[in-house]
């Protein structure tokens, strides 16, 4: 079974870094991009960009380019979405979830992250 | 990049049908068959229900089907259920390599 567990509930002032984590389970890691989405409070979703574990490429939407990092550590299959200095504004769920085709579709989603941003 | 456009809200008894658009351009869903749906219940993860435009993947109720026509895409739910009440949204590929989502749309199960 495909499976994507997210690292718990974060809660953070403003200016300080945050790195969250996606483990993954049940298909290989390398061989599919991992996506992030963000879900601000009673919002929509919002894609944030792909990474790819096999050689490190990245896609990021242009809302988000230079405001997050995605990286990977294939050695414990685990994705990461990280922060240099948060934000209020940063406020909201992420959720990681698996690329499944050439169609940008996301096929198995992780339980989300929380991140509060809050002085 | 704008979102989809999506409506607020439907609202359908159990038992009947009901559909849900989402507009876009020639720049995303009328460019590709790229056009995906996802449902999500309150304080869970979205599930996807539709991939390429009108695929279900397993263990998905053939009561939900989507199709496409121009730069707008459709969601269609029928015998609906009470279960089904939930956010709807739906995304595509985009030429510039990048995914956009809709707005999203509340169900209402009367």
């Known amino acids: 079974e495909v499976q994507l567990v997210q690292s718990g509930a974060e809660v953070k002032k403003p200016g300080e870094s945050l790195k969250i984590s996606c483990e993954t389970s049940g298909y290989t890691f390398n061989r599919y991009w991992i996506g992030w989405v963000r879900q601000m409070p009673g919002k929509g979703l919002e894609w944030i960009g792909f990474f790819y574990p096999d050689d490190s490429e990245t896609r990021y939407s242009p809302s988000f380019q230079g405001q997050v990092t995605m990286s990977a550590d294939k050695s414990i299959t685990t994705a990461y979405l990280q922060w240099s200095s948060l934000e209020a504004s940063d406020t909201a769920i992420y959720y990681c979830?698996?690329?499944?085709?050439?169609?940008?579709?996301?096929?198995?989603w992780g339980q989300g992250t929380m991140v509060t941003v809050s002085s | 990049q704008s979102a989809l456009t999506q409506p607020a809200s439907v609202s359908g008894s159990p038992g009947q049908s009901i559909t849900i658009s989402c507009t876009g351009s020639s720049h995303d869903i009328g460019g590709y068959d790229y056009v995906s749906w996802y449902q999500q219940h309150p304080g869970i993860a979205p599930k996807l229900i539709i991939y390429?435009?009108?695929y279900r993947p397993s263990g998905i109720s053939d009561r939900f089907s989507g199709s496409k026509s121009g730069n707008t895409a459709s969601l269609t739910i029928s015998g609906l259920q009470a279960e089904d009440e939930a956010d709807y949204y739906c995304?595509?590929?985009?030429?510039?390599?990048?995914?956009?989502f809709g707005g999203g749309t509340k169900l209402t199960v009367l």
């Open positions: 390429d435009v009108t």
């Open positions: 995304s595509s590929y985009t030429a510039s390599i990048t995914v956009v």
């Open positions: 979830a698996r690329r499944y085709s050439t169609s940008d579709t996301f096929d198995v």
